[in-house]
């Protein structure tokens, strides 16, 4: 591992800002495409095309009275929603935005995400549990038995696709997807992985632990004003987390289709031209998936809680363990007899 | 047991000491008393859902004993909308009471219109002019239409897909445009009249409804495509909710969800009111009992009332739409405002109303969007009903919802709820 330099630095400040900013493009966004899709107009009243919607959002949010309920866990109730966050902004050190664009190369890349992506969910277990709601109570557990049966074939997946790459930086990872991105060489891993990450975002068909309908907002639904606004910023920063996690490893990272192929004909390495044109392709695919989160919001229903966990532990993990055995069985065949 | 001796301790019982002991037994016997018995892990929980729930349809009361996400037991608390509709109606005349209908099953306010106007029109023996009959059912299966597609986005949107709730309101927002153009409301129509209907169907109106009547279906065989091959949906419903045949028949349960487990019960074909014995339609019926079967035949319900506009608006002949009889009907507006008898009689039929004969009692059921509606009224010979009782379908049919949560998972209440369809407002009257 090599020790940061200044342009770390700088580029951590920049994605951090980029990331909290996206939390409010998201939510725009995410506005925006449902009103399409439900026949609606959606906001258009703040700003132009409504765009500063997202700002009135948060104004509003902090303008509200803070409640905590009276028989809660005040310490608790007040850490819980940070965690999430927290955990969401940590994830953004190991991800390569470009070539030579990343905060850290870390040796264990991978590890290092898997561990910071499973503590998001103390935030809401926490939550659940210090509100002294059953409802929350409800949300809390769920959202802890669906974090442990996703994390297991999520982490299958990503581990068939360490496998390709042989090592655990998530640069390399990216860079052996030069020339065939994850999704083609290892489809059934790309589904699990991306079935695995809308269930650690939490989105629907995975949002038992919100359940608008049977548990009314679940963990958050003794929260308001910037709290609740807190626990709003990090599900949206998990989308996008989520969807670059998926971009960098299947969807080749900051490389374009079988770049490879036709290096010769793009800008040269260590240009800025390069540069934009890697954070414009990831970017543009983090969008796509961004975009893909919020589709599938809007148009699918909910699982109920034993579907969810014999999705997960009876089909999923099975099926990422064989399709783990298998590609390192042919990744043998190949490196022994070719 | 507690419950009594704190009562017992606050009131200390002196007058009819066994009466009151009953009484406050009856009260500790109430259906909605849960108590975790026999726990010694200590895994259960009581949950309150509801009445201010977002998901239980209205004010609808669950209590539910939790292992886990498994309900143990549970309980149905009702009448948090009661607002004794059927006292009301010993006050109004025939006619006056008619809005308060409008408010029962408020989904299907013309339903509800027609059940009273039949009942009553049995009762006081009054004819009704083809014509206005048409009318009714064209308003009647508009009416079921639109409480279906209720039914679909709600209950859609409680298993997680929250913008089927916007699709279908999208084509209840076109029905209330006719029901606009049909009565002059858009929601709580109050179009009948006993004898009749207030008015005829303009022709921009029928147009409207004929333009309805070939655009929906389009519309409905998407949400089929939409839903039917959705395994989440599928998984979801099949098998959620499960009431046996017996227990259907048992417990009075009508509507789509008798005829889910298999009993082709419609009245409209059992015992033809209107003119329904002179237009051809099905009845969907189901064998499973669970929540996809009722899914499923409301769906076809929604085709076959399309069928039966179609044909109303086929059959229909220029008349009279209320009948020449000034004792049983409303004048029409140009006697009224042109004629001293039609001014004499308008007066008449406001102060009075229609007298039935006295000592005749009746009950007139009709087929509704939610079941069997029906309404028994009992005349002295005024112009009000003496006692009238109304036989709502919301009502019964939750009686069967207490079957059904037994054994089933929270997430699965509002779904059922969904299914069952209940109208608070009817079943609390």
């Known amino acids: 591992m090599e020790y940061p330099i200044v342009s770390s630095y700088l580029i951590l400040a920049v994605s951090l800002a980029f990331l909290l900013q996206s939390a409010a493009v998201c939510v725009y966004a995410e506005r925006r495409i449902a009103a399409f899709i ?12 409504g765009a500063l919607q997202p700002l009135a959002d948060v104004i509003k949010l902090i303008f509200k009275e803070d409640v905590t309920p009276i028989y809660g866990n005040k310490t608790l109730h007040t850490v819980a929603p940070l965690i999430p966050v927290v955990t969401a902004l940590l994830t953004i050190a190991v991800i390569p935005f470009g070539d030579g664009l990343f905060i850290v190369d870390l ?50 997946a990503v581990a068939s696709m360490v496998l390709f790459a042989g090592s655990l930086s998530l640069i390399d990872m990216v860079n052996t997807q030069m020339y065939w991105w994850g999704v083609f060489v290892n489809p059934i891993g790309f589904i699990i992985f991306v079935v695995a990450t809308f269930a650690e975002a939490n989105r629907t068909p995975f949002d038992l632990v919100e359940a608008e309908q049977e548990l009314v907002g679940g963990f958050h639904t003794e929260y308001s004003s910037m709290k609740f606004g807190m626990f709003f910023l990090a599900e949206y920063m998990h989308v996008v987390i989520g969807s670059m996690l998926i971009t960098t490893f299947f969807l080749g990272g900051y490389h374009l289709p079988f770049a490879g192929y036709y290096a010769h004909l793009l800008p040269e390495a260590g240009t800025w031209a390069k540069a934009l044109l890697d954070i414009h392709v990831f970017l543009g695919k983090t969008a796509f998936m961004v975009f893909v989160f919020i589709w599938v919001r809007w148009t699918i229903p909910r699982f ?30 190949i490196h022994t007899y070719m | 047991m507690e419950l009594k001796n704190s009562i017992l301790d606050k009131s200390k019982p002196t007058f009819f000491e066994k009466h009151q002991n009953a009484l406050y037994k ?19 929980m009581i949950l309150n859902m509801g009445p201010q729930h977002p998901a239980t349809h209205g004010v609808l009361r669950l209590l539910l004993e939790l292992e886990g996400e498994k309900i143990l037991r549970n309980r149905l608390d009702i009448g948090y909308l009661h607002r004794g509709i059927e006292k009301i109606a010993e006050n109004k005349t025939y006619q006056e009471f008619m809005p308060y209908t409008d408010r029962m099953d408020y989904l299907s306010p013309y339903s509800n ?11 006081a023996q009054i004819e009704v002019p083809d014509r206005a009959q048409y009318i009714r059912m064209i308003g009647a299966e508009l009416a079921r239409i639109s409480s279906h597609l209720l039914f679909l986005g709600a209950m859609v949107m409680d298993t997680g897909a929250i913008s089927f709730f916007i699709w279908t309101f999208k084509e209840r927002e076109r029905i209330y445009d006719i029901f ?47 839903l039917n091959k959705n395994r989440i949906f599928y998984d979801r419903n099949a098998n959620v909710g499960n009431i046996t045949y017996d227990q259907a028949l048992q ?48 769906m076809e319900e929604m085709l076959e009332s399309i069928r039966i506009i179609r044909q109303c608006l086929d059959k229909m002949t220029p008349g009279p739409i209320r009948t020449d009889n000034a004792k049983q009907t409303y004048p029409s507006k140009d006697e009224v405002y042109y004629s001293m008898e039609g001014l004499i009689h308008d007066f008449m039929m406001t102060d009075t109303g229609i007298c039935p004969p006295a000592g005749v009692e009746c009950y007139h059921a009709v087929e509704a969007p939610k079941g069997e509606l029906g309404f028994y009224i009992q005349s002295d010979g005024t112009g009000h009903p003496w006692r009238m009782k109304i036989k709502s379908p919301s009502f019964t049919n939750l009686q069967g919802l207490e ?9 699965d209440t509002v779904v059922m709820i969904g299914g069952i369809d209940p109208v608070m407002g009817e079943s609390d009257k």
């Open chain 1, 38 to 49: 439900q026949y609606r107009v959606g906001p258009n009243r703040v700003g132009p095309f």
């Open chain 1, 107 to 156: 040796n264990v890349g991978v590890l290092y995400l898997l561990a910071v992506a499973s503590l998001g969910v103390y935030g809401v277990t926490m939550a659940g549990w210090a509100s002294n709601s059953k409802y929350s109570l409800f949300g809390g557990l769920r959202a802890a038995a669906q974090m442990l049966s996703y994390e297991l074939p999520m982490g299958m």
């Open chain 1, 304 to 333: 109920k809680y034993n579907q969810l966990m014999s999705l997960g532990w009876a089909k999923l993990l099975p099926l990422s363990i064989a399709n783990f055995v298998i590609i390192a069985f042919i990744l043998m065949v």
């Open chain 2, 26 to 44: 009856s009260l500790e016997d109430k259906h909605t008393t849960v108590e975790v018995e026999q726990d010694p892990l200590g895994t259960r």
């Open chain 2, 113 to 123: 219109n027609v059940a009273l106007c039949t009942a009553v029109e049995k009762i």
């Open chain 2, 180 to 226: 606009d153009n049909f009565g002059g409301h858009r929601f709580t129509i109050s179009h009948c009249r006993i004898g009749g209907v207030h008015n005829d169907l303009t022709p921009e109106c029928i147009s409207m409804i004929k333009e309805f009547t070939e655009s929906f279906p389009k519309e409905h065989s998407d949400w089929l495509k939409l």
């Open chain 2, 251 to 298: 417990l009075g349960v009508t509507g789509p969800n008798i005829r889910a487990v298999g009993v082709p019960y419609d009245i409209r074909k059992f015992d033809p009111y209107l003119k329904y014995d002179e237009v051809e339609f099905d009845i969907p019926t189901r064998l499973e009992g669970d929540n996809l079967s009722r899914y499923f035949i409301r």
């Open chain 2, 403 to 411: 079957k059904m949560l037994d054994g089933e998972m929270i997430a």
